[in-house]
């Protein structure tokens, strides 16, 4: 993000603060034409950022004559005015109740605010158990920008509503080893538009690592970097550190039939089976993606393992709406939302 969009962003939280309205609204546009390219500038010189499509609405940071600066992919780029429709938005229902901003206390010991609405963002302060806080306002659908003792940063929706008597106490002293599949010279599938599956799986894998330690899980990883492992060491791993739950993640190609879709998860025999559905039932419901169902998979990964092991498919990359969607942070939060959920009911459950 750029300096300029934060301090804008913090701008509009201190106005929302000191002239508390009864009707917050934001400006934003809803893109007309079929697809329209996101700019680095304002002109056509500038070099295009993305494409954006018929139909979606972005907030404004703000206009110029010809040109609209946009929030896009949590950065801003410039559009053409031509292309689309001007509209207020309500920002949120918390911040237009001027009497109070809600607010609730971590429940659970370094909680972390982030720097922008994002699992990939840095973390920007981590939080005791008991520390006050207020939601500023709703970021997306997963995100809350809140303020705690003086430090503001965003905040998953699903940790401030965690409490630590449920799913979250069965996370505290778990071993889990997350697998992302592939890696190096093995780049997995490619996707239709040309993503290596090796670091779609590494992405999900990091931001699943932090979210689980959040959570008091010890996690270890098979890789963090861009590396070739053999799956023997990667099973070798899970057995040595008796981890309570392996999870491999991996992303799936069928080039044949690009229309295919969802998720599937794998299991190779005993507790294994309940692992793989709760995994699978809880990031079907996350990721709202078509649910594939659970299956026996034949795979080294799992049958040499002697720890509770699953391996989940998290989408299609020979889907080209899929291939795309799976890259967004927004998209990547829900997957990792399911699988600690998942995670969480398989422990509560045992
Ligand atoms: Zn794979």
């Not at 609204?25 to 893109?31: C, K, L, M, Q």
């Not at 002109?43 to 896009?72: P, S």
């Not at 998860?265 to 419901?285: I, K, P």
Request: proline residues 2%.
């Amino acid at each position: 993000m750029r300096k300029q969009t934060l301090y804008y962003i913090y701008a509009c939280t201190l106005f929302m603060l000191i002239f508390p309205l009864p009707a917050l609204a934001a400006d934003e546009i809803i893109v007309d034409s079929e697809t329209l390219n996101v700019r680095d500038g304002q002109g056509t010189e500038f070099d295009a950022l993305g494409t954006i499509y018929q139909g979606e609405t972005y907030e404004i940071i703000q206009e110029t004559e010809e040109w609209i600066e946009i929030v896009y992919e949590q950065q801003s780029g410039w559009v053409s005015k031509e292309f689309v429709t001007i509209q207020s938005q309500t920002v949120n229902d918390i911040s237009s109740d001027n009497e109070t901003l809600d607010s609730f206390t971590t429940t659970i010991d370094n909680m972390y605010i982030r720097t922008e609405p994002s699992s990939s963002s840095s973390i920007k302060a981590l939080l005791d158990q008991g520390t006050s806080c207020s939601i500023v306002e709703e970021a997306s659908d997963t995100w809350y920008l809140v303020s705690c003792e003086d430090e503001e940063g965003y905040m998953l929706q699903d940790h401030i509503t965690a409490t630590p008597t449920t799913e979250n106490e069965s996370m505290q002293g778990k071993t889990i080893v997350i697998d992302a599949g592939h890696g190096g010279r093995d780049v997995g599938s490619i996707g239709i538009n040309g993503a290596y599956e090796k670091d779609l799986t590494l992405k999900t894998a990091l931001a699943l690592e932090d979210s689980l330690t959040s959570l008091g899980a010890n996690v270890h990883m098979t890789r963090e970097h861009d590396t070739y492992e053999l799956l023997k060491s990667r099973v070798l791993y899970a057995n040595t550190v008796h981890a309570d739950a392996f999870v491999s993640i991996h992303y799936n190609s069928f080039p044949d039939v690009p229309s295919v879709t969802g998720i599937g998860t794998y299991y190779y025999g005993g507790v294994d089976q309940r692992l793989a559905a709760s995994l699978q039932d809880a990031v079907s419901l996350y990721s709202g993606s078509k649910d594939r169902g659970i299956d026996f998979g034949d795979y080294q990964v799992l049958r040499q393992n002697v720890r509770p092991a699953a391996l989940i498919e998290l989408g299609f990359i020979s889907n080209a709406d899929s291939e795309e969607l799976l890259q967004t942070d927004a998209y990547q939060d829900k997957l990792v939302h399911g699988v600690v959920n998942g995670l969480s009911a398989f422990f509560a459950d045992q």
